[in-house]
Every structure is written in C-alpha cells, then in structure tokens.
C-alpha cells in the first residue's frame, strides 16, 4: 500500500547519523542522498540495498514537527537480536527509549519489539513477529 513515508528533521546530519545507525542491524541503509545546499531539499533516503527509498528524512530546520499522538512506524526486523541492536543505537546516537526490546504478548504469542523516539520526536519501531 504505502510508496514511502518522509519525516522532516530538523538537522539532516544529526539525523542521518541517527538513522544509518538504528536501521543498519534491520538491514536497511541509504539508499540515496543530496546532502548539498541548493534549490533542493537535504534528503537522505533509505531502504534496502539495490531498491528505492522506503523512508526519506528532509531538511526542514524551521516549523518540523513530529505527528501527533497515536501515530508511529514500524520497521520490520528480521530477528529478535536486531531489535536489541536497533534500540541500544537509538539511545547511543541521541534517541530516547518508549519501550525496552522484548515480547508484547498483549499483540501476538509472537510479537517482539522495541520503541524509541527520534532526535526530532518522532517515534519508530523495530518489530519482530515470527516465530524463530
């Protein structure tokens, strides 16, 4: 259903660093970038090797802010450990934590997850929900 979603950060190299790090250990990188200064907008895209952007941040130094309550992404992960790596890169490069890594039983016998909130306040989720 969804192309991709963009969320505006208010510093794209803080925010790029941010992003290469908690979406590596999920196997997604940068996908694309125009990093220069110039009549287009600062964007970072990232996804999976070889494919299109499934999230873009943009610039947007003034005015950026974060959806409201009730709104968040999932990213899917491919196994539980990938959730603990996503979550401890999150708190080391300037997320906040929403919710430790760990079953959630309240949402499936299988579901795993971990929740942070971005430099910017928006909240991401790493999921797992397979059995291994």
Do not use: C
Not at 7 to 33: H, K, M, Q
Not at 46 to 53: F, R
Not at 75 to 104: K, M, V
């Amino acid at each position: 259903m969804l192309h991709h979603v963009s969320f505006g950060v208010s510093d794209i190299e803080r925010s790029a660093i941010f992003y290469d790090a908690v979406l590596a250990p999920l196997g997604y990188g940068r996908v694309w970038e125009d990093l220069n200064p110039g009549e287009h907008d600062q964007a970072v895209g990232y996804g999976v090797a070889g494919g299109g952007d499934k999230l873009a941040i943009k610039l947007r130094p003034s005015g950026q802010r974060p959806p409201g309550p009730g709104f968040h992404l999932a990213f899917a992960a491919p196994d539980r450990q990938s959730i603990t790596q996503f979550h401890a890169a999150a708190l080391a490069h300037g997320g906040r934590d929403n919710g430790a890594p760990g079953p959630r039983p309240d949402y499936g016998p299988h579901y795993n997850a971990a929740f942070v909130i971005d430099p910017d306040g928006h909240h991401i989720e790493a999921v797992f929900n397979s059995p291994e």
